[in-house]
C-alpha cells in the first residue's frame, strides 16, 4: 500500500442565481389586474390595450383580492436564470393587504417561483410597496456598463429620519448584486412611490430607451401658451362626475397662488431625484422627457396628484397605458392628451388614455399602480456582468 499521490486539483467558485428585475424595455408576456366592485370600465379599457399589444390579460377576482386594488404594489415580477434553466420567479412585498394571498395561491407553480421577505420588528409603510420598487433598463454609466439596468428604489430625504423601505427588502436587493440599486427621494408625496415621478419607454435609437418624469413646471408652462392663445377659459375635468366639480380653468390655475407655491416645491423634489438620475443611470437631458403635472400637499405637508398623473403608465412595448388627464378641453381635445401624444408619438409610441379617475386616482394611485407586467428574460446572462 503506496499512498496515491494527487495529480489534479481544481476550484470553483460557485454562486446563487441571482433574482432579476424586468424594465419596461422587455416585452410583455402577461398583465394582471384585479376586478373589484368600481372598476369595471377602469377593466374594459386595459383589456382592449392588451389586446393591442399581443400579451394575455390575467384578472385578479374579488375572491382572492378581498377588494384590493394595488397590484403593483402586492408582487414584482422577475427571474432567476442558470445555464440549463431560467423561469420566472415573483418577490411578494410585506405589505400584504387584500392581495396577501394571490402570489401563493395564484402565481407560485412548478415553473413560476416565489419569495418574500417580512420584517420581525421594523414597521412596514407605504414605501414598503412595489410601486416603489423600479428598474431602469441597460445603461452604461462613465464607462462602467449595468446590461439588466438598475433597480430604483423610493426612500426619505438623505437627511431627514421620513418613511424608508425596510431593511430586509433593501438588504435582498442589494444582495443580488447585478442590478446595483439606486436609493431615490420620494418620501416628499403621501404615497411615497417612485413610480409617481418616473418611468421608462422604448425607443429606437442607441440609447434604447427615455426616461420620463412628471413635471410640474411643464404643466404651468403648457397652460401659460394656451391662456396666451386666448385659451384661459378652457375647462378641465369635463364629462367627469366626481364630486367636486367647481369648474376648474386654465386661467383658476394659474392665478392660484397657493398651488403655485407648493407645486415649485413639488418640482424642486422632483429635480433633486432628476440629478441623482442623470448621475447615476448616466443620462443628460435629451434622454429625460417630461410630462405635465400636477400636485396638491395634503394636511401632513406630502404631494398627490392633482389631476390623474400621466406618468403612472403601463408600458407594453410600444404601447402605452396612460391615466387620462382630464385636462383644459380646448377645440374639442384635451391640451394634456395633445401634449403628451406630441411628445411620445414621434418615437413611434402608441398612446391610449384610460380612465381611472374614480377607481384609482381618487383612492391616490393610477393606471401603474392597479396593474402589473411579467415580462420576457433579458437575452444577456448575468453571469457576464463584470462586477
Sequence with gaps: GIPRAPIF???VVFRVAPWIMTPNTLAPVNVFVCSVKDNYLFLKEVK???????????VCFGYVNRGDRWMQD????GYIHAPHKCFPVVLDSPRDGGLKDFPIKEILGPDFGYVAREPLFEVVTSLDSFGNLEVSPPVTVNGKAYPLGRILIGSSFPTSAGRRMTKVVRDFLYAQQVQSPVELYSDWLTVGHVDEFVTFVPHPDKKQFRMLMASTSACYKLFREKQKEGHGEATMFKGYSGTDTKRVTINKVLSNEVMMQE?????RCIDWNRD????ELGLTEKDIIDLPALFKID???KAMAYFPNMVNMIVLSRDLGIPKPFGPIIEGDCCLEAHVRSLLEPLGLMCSFIDDISSYHKKLGEVHCGTNVHRKPFSFKWWHVIP
Excluded: H, P, R, W
Design 263 to 267: 407645486n415649485q416645491y413639488v418640482q
Design 9 to 11: 486539483t481544481d476550484t
Design 299 to 301: 394636511k401632513m405637508g
Design 48 to 58: 382592449s390595450l392588451v389586446s393591442k399589444a399581443n400579451c394575455d390579460l390575467k
Design 74 to 77: 402586492e408582487i414584482e415580477f
Design 276 to 279: 441623482i438620475l442623470k448621475k
